[in-house]
């Protein structure tokens, strides 16, 4: 087996392991992120929050109203229930009633519209968990693909890894020098094929002496403008 075709085998090996660790990396990634999830969490906390505010304030508005009618009731039953007699204080009482009513009627009115802006944020919490679920649904669904492409990912880059020892076997350490060496200064790239007589890394036409180097058995050759080592297949 010649010296390029050695490297350029592990060259296969090493890019497939890098695509596999890069998507592992990826899912990684993805699967601590909930972001999505944390917001729609956190929009259902606020609207219970507002929720439970405009309930307190409802509330407070049915007991003002309560009172005030209970105020009227008194009243009334002091200007019809026969005990005062008196015309003066008749009229007062009438007077008071008078005013009683008016007080009501703007008690009412708000109360009213805390019952509108109660049932508004009802809508708001029943909107809120249901965008909650549905996000808590379709991140299930994807977590479930990211966790079985990772399971798959994860036998492959075993299998690769074992594979990269086999190929790795054998290769001379000067040769696995420069080729680690190249892996890192041209972005996991260190064995380019020859293809029509250019580099198919950068796609520089090769001399026909280096055309010649790049197919002989025991030297390597490198393209005189990327440098990478040249495997004529
Ligand atoms: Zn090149």
Redesign the pocket.
């Known amino acids: 087996m010649n010296r390029s075709f050695k490297l350029f085998r592990l060259q296969q090996i090493d890019t497939q392991l890098d695509e596999a660790r890069g998507r592992l990396a990826e899912i990684d990634q993805l699967l601590a992120e909930d972001q999505i999830l944390h917001e729609a969490r956190q929009a259902a906390d606020t609207a219970a929050e507002l929720e439970a505010a405009a309930q307190k304030v409802l509330r407070r508005a049915d007991e003002d109203a309560k009172a005030q009618q209970t105020k009227l009731e008194q009243n009334q039953n002091s200007l019809y229930g026969g005990k005062v007699t008196n015309a003066k204080e008749l009229q007062d009482l009438q007077m008071e009633a008078e005013s009683l009513k008016k007080h009501l009627s703007g008690l009412e009115e708000i109360q009213l519209e805390k019952m509108m802006a109660y049932e508004e944020t009802q809508s708001g919490v029943k909107k809120a968990q249901e965008n909650l679920e549905a996000v808590r649904a379709q991140r299930e669904i994807e977590n479930r693909t990211l966790h079985s492409e990772q399971t798959k990912l994860q036998t492959e880059a075993e299998r690769l890894e074992g594979d990269r020892v086999t190929a790795a076997h054998g290769i001379p350490d000067e040769d696995m020098t420069s080729y680690q060496s190249l892996r890192k200064g041209k972005a996991g790239l260190a064995v380019?094929k020859v293809q029509n007589k250019?580099?198919?890394?950068?796609?520089?036409e090769l001399s026909a002496s280096l055309a010649q180097a790049a197919r002989s058995p025991n030297e390597l050759a490198?393209?005189?403008?990327?440098?990478?080592i040249?495997y004529a297949g």
């Not at 250019?198 to 520089?204: D, L, P």
């Open positions: 380019a250019t580099c198919s890394a950068c796609g520089a490198q393209c005189s403008t990327c440098k990478r040249l």
